[in-house]
């Protein structure tokens, strides 16, 4: 099992394995996550979306 990730990068050199940005680079870091002002944070889930007000409309 990969490490987990920490909440919040400590920018210090050299980058530390549990680092979210170094994980995000590595292509580790878990599924759901992103980092965002070098803080790891959830991805929305994006599976049902409402349409545009413009495709409902009908032309006359």
Do not use: H, N, Q, W
């Not at 210090?12 to 070098?38: F, H, I, N, Q, W």
């Not at 959830?42 to 006359?60: D, E, L, N, P």
């Amino acid at each position: 099992m990969p490490p987990k990730p920490k909440k919040k990068c400590c920018s210090d050199k050299p980058a530390c394995k549990r680092c979210p940005l170094r994980m995000m680079r590595e292509g580790t870091l878990p599924e759901g996550y992103t980092v965002k002002k070098r803080k790891l944070v959830k991805v929305k889930s994006s599976a049902k979306k409402s349409g545009s007000k413009t495709s409902t409309k009908i032309a006359a």
